[in-house]
């Protein structure tokens, strides 16, 4: 992402800025007003995602910003349910360790367990409202660190 900020003749701050992605590349223009809500989601290098309106000209196409938001925070905003997988064959010591690492995160999302036992069945377990989590970036690296990268799912 490439950022080229501008004062505006009122004084306030805006800013053009380049998005790529594997396809190709786009100008957005975040004007003064939406600018000055979005500044921080526009400082690093995280994922984002830019809602807008596309103006398609004779030389080129821009989208003219209306929200900008983090990729993990929609996330974490947008989850209504967890989902962790773990193989029937699990050693306590995993299972204590992802104990802990649901009570670290508790958060609004409906959490659920998924016991599965190859090539036979799946269980469900419903966990109680005390493991509510939170769909955070954190809490899915240490369950897939954990059990693996297929061992947790947001929805």
Known sequence: MAKKEFITKKGDRMAFV?????????????????????AECLAGDDPILVSGTVEVGEKNIKVIASDVVLLRELTERETRRVHVTVQSGIAREQLESLKGIIKRYPGSCRSYLHIVIPEQSRTTINLPDAYMLSASEELSLEVKNLLGYNAVSFE
């Open 18 to 38: 380049t998005l790529e992605d594997l396809h190709g590349s786009v100008e957005v223009v975040v004007l003064a007003k939406v600018y000055s809500r979005v």
